[in-house]
């Protein structure tokens, strides 16, 4: 088992910036692969970011390719998304996510353990 904690969510204006963490314990988190999803009301949830074990690889959804970064501290078993450039179409809750698959997926199955999702809200 893996247990996956959000946090760094909050209210932002367009235009700023908000760090999200995602603590993981359990089993050897650098064993999975890590990644972030974010569902607006109304709406299922999507992709935004990907990062591989060892973390050198990662990968974005287009909506978010230049504004969001995603990075990997295996050290302090901690995921980090840096969002920069916020849009008000950003605003869901964000969901950290743990994956077994090697290769690069991107849909909500493919994940075997969830967290329990942080809000981000950006006003226009």
């Given at each position: ?8 969510g ?8 908000l760090?999200?963490?995602c603590?993981a ?8 692969a ?24 990662t ?21 980090y ?27 909500t ?12 809200t950006?006003?226009?």
């Amino acid at each position: 088992q893996v247990q996956l904690v959000e946090s760094g969510g909050g209210l932002v204006q367009a235009g700023g910036s908000l760090r999200l963490s995602c603590a993981a314990s359990g089993r050897t988190v650098s064993s999975h692969a890590m990644a972030w999803f974010r569902q607006a009301p109304g709406k299922e949830r999507e992709f935004v970011a990907r990062i591989s074990r060892g973390g050198y690889n990662t990968y974005y959804a287009d909506s978010v390719k230049g504004r969001f970064t995603i990075s990997r501290d295996n050290a302090k078993n901690t995921v980090y998304l840096q969002m920069n450039s916020l849009k008000p179409e950003d605003t869901a809750v964000y969901y950290c996510a743990a994956t077994s698959s090697q290769g690069v997926v991107t849909t909500t199955p493919s994940y075997n353990y969830w967290g329990q999702g942080t809000q981000v809200t950006v006003s226009s």
